[in-house]
């Protein structure tokens, strides 16, 4: 916890709004899509998705292949409390759906489906890509898999696989990403496993959104690699969520952004 608040101090005293932003790329991402405040129809349909979860009161046992969990002390765990204490927020679903609305892509991988909180977002607001969410846990999938069907998203691709060995296993030099979402293993090791494999994939309008990079030390050191690759132009931190941009006629240059 004190790593955490001292890492949100140093954001907040490095943050800027778009008055600080000179890039008219990221100028523009942050007035059209972060600070849109358009209520959007599909906000309704999250809304009920998430108050789903939250009324599932069922338990199921959780296999965890990343970094651990703060909240939860056993692997025996209520729908409602992983929807509620392990899932993205309704502030950050609403985010997700308004960059995947921005950005237009055809093709998404999700790695982490957990409960599809995230899934859904990312599927409503692109009714026409094809996304793939990856998903270590069987059950958390299969709960996952009855949200989708139920909602009638019918453009998710639910795969239950550990993450690195799909990656390392599929065929990615064929596949072009137009926006993936890292949340899956919050571990430094993991991620930048994760961020080598998929480079291969990467095309000059590609955006990779990476959660939690200052969860840990650990986090911040592969958020900082990162931030660093001579394949990456332009990071954007929001302090939840770190955005990569392999923009190639952008100077480097990374923005710390209030939202």
Not at 10 to 19: M, T
Not at 135 to 146: I, Q, R, S
Not at 189 to 194: I, K, P
Not at 232 to 247: A, H, K, S, Y
Request: aromatic share 14%; glycine share 4%; charged share 20%.
């Amino acid at each position: 916890m004190f790593h955490w608040a001292k890492s949100y101090l140093n954001f907040l005293w490095h943050s800027k709004n778009e008055h600080g932003v000179h890039s008219p790329f990221v100028f523009s991402l942050v007035t059209k899509c972060f600070y849109d405040k358009k209520k959007y129809a599909e906000y309704a349909l999250l809304k009920n998705y998430r108050n789903t979860l939250l009324q599932n009161k069922n338990t199921i046992e959780v296999t965890d292949f990343g970094a651990g969990s703060r909240v939860f002390k056993s692997n025996s765990r209520a729908v409602n409390q992983i929807a509620k204490n392990a899932g993205i927020s309704k502030k950050r679903a609403e985010l997700l759906f308004r960059i995947t609305n921005y950005f237009k892509p055809e093709n998404i991988l999700e790695i982490g489906t957990s409960l599809g909180l995230a899934s859904s977002a990312l599927s409503l607001a692109s009714k026409n890509a094809t996304i793939t969410t990856l998903e270590g846990c069987e059950n958390t999938m299969t709960e996952a898999k009855k949200q989708f069907k139920k909602f009638g998203l019918k453009n998710i691709n639910s795969i239950h696989t550990e993450f690195s060995n799909y990656l390392k296993n599929c065929q990615l030099s064929i596949v072009n990403y137009q926006l993936i979402y890292f949340d899956g293993n919050h571990s430094k090791q993991a991620t930048l496993e994760y961020f080598e494999l998929l480079l291969p994939t990467t095309t000059n309008d590609c955006v990779w959104i990476f959660d939690d990079i200052h969860w840990s030390e650990d986090m911040e050191e592969a958020w900082e690699a990162i931030k660093k690759h001579p394949s990456v132009t332009v990071t954007i931190d929001t302090f939840q969520w770190g955005l990569v941009f392999f923009r190639k006629e952008q100077p480097k240059e990374h923005f710390v952004i209030r939202i």
